[in-house]
């Protein structure tokens, strides 16, 4: 299973969105390999236009909704202040959708290099990142 970030989706729902991603979303849509959590949903339809929502909402029916149960709040909670510590900032959200890619033992698909940073410096080495 594929955790797809917010950043990878946005490029296949874009009309000229990378090519790579674009075949790389649609293979695991096509596979049954497709998830996404809350945050991912939430980012892309506050950040859509009316007249994206609901393609949006199409592409997203064809993958797995992945939970964010409370224990991961709060551990994003934690490494949100350790990382802040180090003097590294990185959107809470994204800490959420790492944090359930671990707990469901998903690689993550994604453009966003956040994800390298929390995984360099917190207790996730086995975060996997499919990073393009």
Same mark, same amino acid.
């Given at each position: 299973?594929?955790?797809?970030?917010?950043?990878?989706?946005?490029?296949?729902?874009?009309?000229?969105?990378? /090519?790579?991603?674009?075949?790389?979303?649609?293979?695991?849509?096509?596979?049954?390999? $497709?998830?996404?959590?809350?945050?991912?949903?939430?980012?892309?339809?506050?950040? $859509?236009?009316?007249?994206?929502?609901? $393609?949006?909402?199409?592409?997203?029916? +064809?993958?797995?909704?992945? /939970?964010?149960?409370?224990?991961?709040? @709060?551990?994003?909670?934690?490494?949100?202040?350790?990382?802040?510590?180090?003097?590294?900032?990185?959107?809470?959200?994204?800490?959420?959708?790492?944090?359930?890619?671990?707990? +469901?033992?998903?690689?993550?698909?994604?453009? @966003?290099?956040? +994800?390298?940073?929390?995984?360099?410096?917190?207790?996730?080495?086995?975060?996997?990142?499919?990073?393009?």
């Amino acid at each position: 299973m594929t955790l797809i970030d917010t950043s990878a989706w946005i490029e296949f729902f874009r009309r000229k969105g990378d /090519p790579a991603i674009k075949q790389w979303v649609a293979r695991l849509i096509s596979a049954g390999e $497709a998830a996404y959590c809350c945050p991912v949903g939430f980012e892309l339809k506050v950040g $859509a236009r009316p007249q994206e929502l609901s $393609a949006i909402e199409t592409g997203l029916s +064809f993958a797995t909704r992945l /939970p964010v149960e409370p224990a991961i709040w @709060d551990a994003a909670a934690d490494r949100h202040r350790h990382l802040k510590q180090k003097g590294i900032t990185v959107p809470s959200s994204d800490l959420l959708i790492a944090l359930t890619a671990v707990q +469901f033992r998903a690689s993550l698909l994604c453009r @966003d290099q956040h +994800f390298e940073l929390i995984r360099a410096n917190t207790d996730l080495p086995e975060l996997r990142i499919d990073y393009r």
